[in-house]
Nanobody, 126 residues
């Protein structure tokens, strides 16, 4: 059974940090590109960051460059999103996703990702 289980969301003050985790099971995690998306109320889902399985390259949306760091630990079947200097506009539900093709990163086209996590709420507010 394929699963992506997210954790690490919560409420944080502006300028604070959170680390999201996403643990995979039921498939060969190493073979997949990984990505984080987010969706704020009333807005479309947007790509935040990804790692390509073809060459290990990373990509970040302009809005999070210099503040967020994506990583993966294939030995633990887990991907991470370290989020620093959080802003109120980062408030959203965050989703992890994996895609079998390298070109999925950094295209961020949702249907090119095969499996999705359930989403975790991140709220940045004072």
């Amino acid at each position: 059974q394929v699963q992506l289980v997210e954790s690490g969301g919560g409420l944080v003050q502006p300028g604070g940090s959170l680390r999201l985790s996403c643990t995979a099971s039921g498939f060969t995690f190493d073979y997949y590109s990984v990505a984080w998306f987010r969706q704020a109320p009333g807005k479309e889902r947007e790509g935040v960051s990804c790692i390509s399985n073809s060459d290990g390259s990373t990509d970040y949306a302009d809005s999070v460059k210099g503040r967020f760091t994506i990583s993966r630990d294939n030995a633990k079947n887990t991907m991470y999103l370290q989020m620093d200097n959080l802003k109120p506009e980062d408030t959203a539900v965050y989703y992890c996703a994996v895609g079998r093709y390298g070109y999925a990163c950094p295209r961020y086209v949702p249907h090119e990702y095969d499996y999705w996590g359930q989403g975790t709420q991140v709220t940045v507010s004072s």
